[in-house]
């Protein structure tokens, strides 16, 4: 990640000239703000960055859920706090857990990371009973935060590392995500190896039903990517400022 000095230059810099692309995606971008040495003094730069730009969301880790949610209560800007980043492996009862301190704190949607090796373990499994069993475990743990967030009136946003999936484990992880209620799937966390790629953002389209929405991130810097991704997805995660 970059630091928030370079966001700070480029809008002082650069914004002007970047702003009619930008413009474009604006409504469309979850600006992301996950580091160690996290301040609020940094935050306060995200905020105002995020403002000037009229982006939809910020997303935070969730020790900063609260702050964030105070900061914003005036604004249009959605709160937005990952849930097990950046492995998705914790256990569910401290999953639902950390997903009603979210809600408690003022988030308006979750980015949640699904177990997704969950989905790779259930692929390799020979015994039928064995494999049903990693399947409904990923899908309950999504189930229980998906009840969570819309009983209060929240988004959830499912994390699947695509970047991680062969194709057939992708279509497995959003048919287990859209049975278990989540309203967008995510393709990653941006801290693999691999991150979003088009053939796989074709293909979550493809198989999944209209009213589940797609959020793309991984790797997203430019407004080629962008473009790129326009068609095919509802939400951008991103770091930095595309240009």
């Not at 995200?46 to 964030?68: C, M, Q, R, W």
């Not at 979210?102 to 373990?121: F, L, Q």
């Not at 999944?208 to 407004?223: C, H, N």
Request: include cysteine; charged fraction near 30%; charge should be negative.
């Amino acid at each position: 990640m970059k630091k928030v000095n370079s966001y700070i230059e480029f809008v002082n810099e650069q914004q002007n000239q970047s702003k009619p692309q930008l413009s474009k995606f604006d409504k469309m971008i979850d600006f992301t703000y996950i580091g160690e040495n996290t301040t609020k003094d940094n935050l306060n730069e995200i905020i105002e960055i995020a403002k000037a730009n009229k982006f939809h969301g910020i997303v935070v880790s969730p020790e900063f859920t609260d702050y964030l949610a105070y900061e914003l209560d005036d604004s249009d800007i959605k709160v937005i706090t990952t849930l097990d980043f950046p492995d998705g492996d914790s256990k569910d009862v401290d999953k639902l857990s950390m997903a009603i301190e979210a809600i408690s704190d003022g988030t308006d949607e979750i980015d949640m990371v699904m177990w997704y090796k969950g989905i790779r373990d259930a692929h390799i499994e020979d015994d039928e009973e064995s494999k049903q069993s990693l399947l409904d475990a990923v899908e309950n743990d999504i189930r229980g935060i998906a009840n969570e967030c819309h009983k209060e009136g929240k988004i959830l946003k499912v994390i699947i590392e695509s970047g991680l999936l062969t194709l057939d484990e992708l279509v497995t992880a959003c048919q287990i995500a859209t049975n278990a209620g989540a309203d967008y799937i995510q393709t990653s966390t941006g801290t693999k190896e691999v991150g979003a790629e088009l053939k796989k953002v074709k293909e979550m389209r493809r198989v999944l039903p209209d009213y589940v929405k797609i959020k793309v991130a991984g790797g997203i810097t430019t407004l080629e990517q962008c473009n790129m991704y326009y068609p095919y997805v509802d939400r951008i995660g991103t770091s930095v400022i595309p240009k």
